[in-house]
């Protein structure tokens, strides 16, 4: 009897020590995160450990800011109430909390030390945070990084942003960019956007990529289980969509008054609602030849396609010749 009460002791013991232990670490952890309000950074600096962010950053033109690997970023949820906003609350701005980049963001992660972007919140949600919003920003670069439960994970107006080896989840669209009509304000508001994506994940998001009138290169990422779409071009564009997984998405090419898209070399299949989809607002024909769709019989194939042959009133999708093999997205680098 006295052997089982000191057994027993001691794993309370034991449970209590540990317990402190855990708060302790907790507490530690805390200390040594920077809490930052909303501000402009002067000069050029590089953030390191847990940065929280409880209202708008903004990296003006002339300033970079260098992300140390292993960097976490957490934004707290705000309201346009807060008066933590820098700028307005709406387009191209967010009335929640984001990272404006006028000037240069250098987010170089590793393999075994991505840099995390995500929300403070307890519970965390999709658009707990705005974005990474890069606004007329040149040369910025986003390597082994991972984007969680913002508004759009990147948002981009006449910027040029090479993003690789990332990943993209829970959030309302994954990256998103585009060109406006002309704001004399601020003239990158009508300028094109260049964004080159790469060996990047896309999944459990609203959509996966989202670009109007502008160009891109989109290449070798997984794009699959979001749950509206995985690519969605709108207008005229110059990009190159190729060697991409698209699968298990709702829809995954939507096409909007699309122009200028190569969409080759892609495997895109068993998407829930279809593999490609027009607009109604789609006035041209669109080539989507030279894919892999899941299968060789064309039948299947036209089932997964909504085009003309679906609704006479809308274009033509046209689709062969089509892949008779799926593509190694591995391939092709």
């Known amino acids: 009897m006295k052997l089982h009460l000191n057994i027993k002791c001691s794993w309370i013991r034991l449970f209590f020590l540990s317990t402190v232990i855990f708060f302790t670490i907790s507490a530690f952890q805390a200390v040594l995160a920077t809490e930052l309000f909303k501000q402009t950074l002067i000069k050029d600096a590089t953030w390191n ?28 949820k705000i309201d346009k109430n807060s008066e933590q906003n820098l700028f ?48 007329g920003s040149q040369e910025s670069e986003m390597e082994y990084v991972k984007i969680s439960y913002a508004y759009n994970g990147i948002h981009a107006h006449g910027s040029t942003v090479k993003v690789s080896n990332s990943e993209f989840s829970h959030n309302g669209v994954g990256i998103s960019f585009k060109k406006e009509t002309k704001d004399v304000a601020a003239p990158w508001f009508a300028e094109t956007s260049n964004l080159m994506i790469s060996y990047s994940k896309f999944f459990k998001n609203k959509g996966g990529i989202a670009f109007r009138s502008s160009q891109a290169s989109i290449h070798h990422n997984d794009i699959r289980d979001n749950s509206f779409f995985a690519i969605w071009p709108k207008e005229d564009c110059e990009a190159l969509v190729t060697y991409n997984e698209i699968t298990d998405n709702k829809k995954g090419i ?12 892609n495997n895109i299949y068993g998407n829930s609602s279809y593999d490609i989809a027009v607009g109604e607002a789609q006035d041209y024909p669109f080539n989507a030849a030279n894919n892999w769709f899941g299968t060789t019989d064309m039948e299947k194939i036209r089932e997964m396609i909504f085009d003309k042959h679906s609704d006479p009133d809308l274009v033509e999708i046209v689709i062969e010749p089509f892949l008779r093999e799926a593509v190694d997205i591995g391939a092709g680098q």
């Open 49 to 76: 450990g847990t940065i929280i962010l409880n209202g708008d950053v903004y990296v003006p033109s002339g300033v970079t800011l260098t992300i140390s690997p292993g960097t976490t970023i957490k934004f707290r």
């Open 88 to 135: 307005s609350t709406t387009t191209p701005y967010y009335h929640l909390a984001e990272l404006i980049i006028r000037g240069k963001l250098l987010a170089r992660g590793t393999a075994d030390k991505q840099i995390v972007f995500t929300s403070a919140e307890s519970i965390p949600s999709p658009a707990d945070w705005g974005a990474v919003n890069f606004l």
């Open 254 to 265: 939507y096409l909007y008054q699309a122009r200028g898209v190569q969409l080759e070399q």
